[in-house]
């Protein structure tokens, strides 16, 4: 399950994926953040849209955000599939996307997509009830693991059609846990970053003392890694994601 050091080291020389999937059937792309805007152009269902910045606008069903295209029009947020409601691009004008545990800035030593898969960990370990603990074996794990970015494998084709960072190869292990499909065939919820955590979670609070064992040696025990001690080494880092993003 854990990534060569070949493909560990593409990550810093391949391009960020930053191009999402239109939800709506139609989607409007404006002059400006905001339904009284004029129409510039429209996507279609399942469009991939580059998002090069987002700002604060009028609320869409709840979601506030508005992204600017590479289109140069802005498009709502609520109806781009990626994956959370917080920031996933820099804020238009060069503006700070917040920070500490408020929810939409990039969290310490991480980059916009990071952050967002971070906080899809967090959230699931702050549903869980599994503390700071709990939240820190996960981000340790994804850190390792995939450097927090969802890997798709050519391996396994049926991840390719879900939204992803990278293009991986290590066996059949997909998603930021490098999760096996032969042992997690869900590759829905193998590419989601929430979902995926979900089954991290599942497998770590079967392990006997799990509230109580080292950070990295109870990755290991979920994980099984031929490189134990690398979890052990990001447990610093983890702490201090998981205390900006709350827990």
């Keep these: 399950m854990q990534l060569s050091f070949f493909v560990l080291s593409l990550v ?11 939800k709506a059937d139609t989607l409007n792309c404006r002059s400006g953040p905001g339904t009284s805007y004029k129409v510039v152009k429209t996507y279609k269902k399942g469009a991939d849209v580059k998002i090069t910045c987002q700002t604060p606008g009028p609320s869409v069903n709840g979601d506030t955000l508005w992204d600017k295209t590479s289109d140069g029009c802005y498009v709502a947020d609520y109806y781009i599939k ?21 929810g939409s800035g990039n969290l310490p030593g991480l980059n916009a997509v990071q952050s967002k898969h971070a906080r899809a ?66 590759i829905a919820a193998d590419m989601d970053a929430a979902r995926s955590a979900a089954q991290f979670f599942a497998k770590m609070k079967n392990v006997s003392g799990w509230k109580t064992m080292a950070v990295g ?15 052990a080494a990001q447990v610093s880092k983890a702490t201090k994601i998981c205390a900006a993003g709350g827990l």
């Excluded at 810093?12 to 239109?22: C, D, E, K, L, T």
């Excluded at 004008?93 to 500490?100: C, E, N, R």
């Excluded at 992803?164 to 096996?180: L, N």
Aim: aromatic share 8%.
């Design 217 to 231: 040696k109870l990755c290991q025990k979920v994980q099984v890694s031929a490189y134990p001690d690398r979890y």
């Design 12 to 22: 810093a020389a391949v391009p960020m994926v930053s191009a999402y999937p239109v």
């Design 82 to 102: 990626t994956g959370t409601s917080s920031y996933v691009a820099p804020k238009c004008g060069g503006g700070s996307t917040g920070g500490g545990s408020g």
């Design 121 to 186: 960990i967090i959230g699931e370990a702050k549903k869980e009830g599994l503390g700071r603990h709990g939240c820190e074996a996960g981000i340790a794990t994804a850190i390792v693991e995939s450097s927090i970015l969802i890997y798709a494998n050519s391996k396994v084709p049926a991840s390719l059609k879900y939204p992803h960072d990278r293009v991986g190869s290590d066996h059949d292990s997909v998603g930021i846990f490098q999760q096996r499909a032969i042992y997690y065939p869900n």
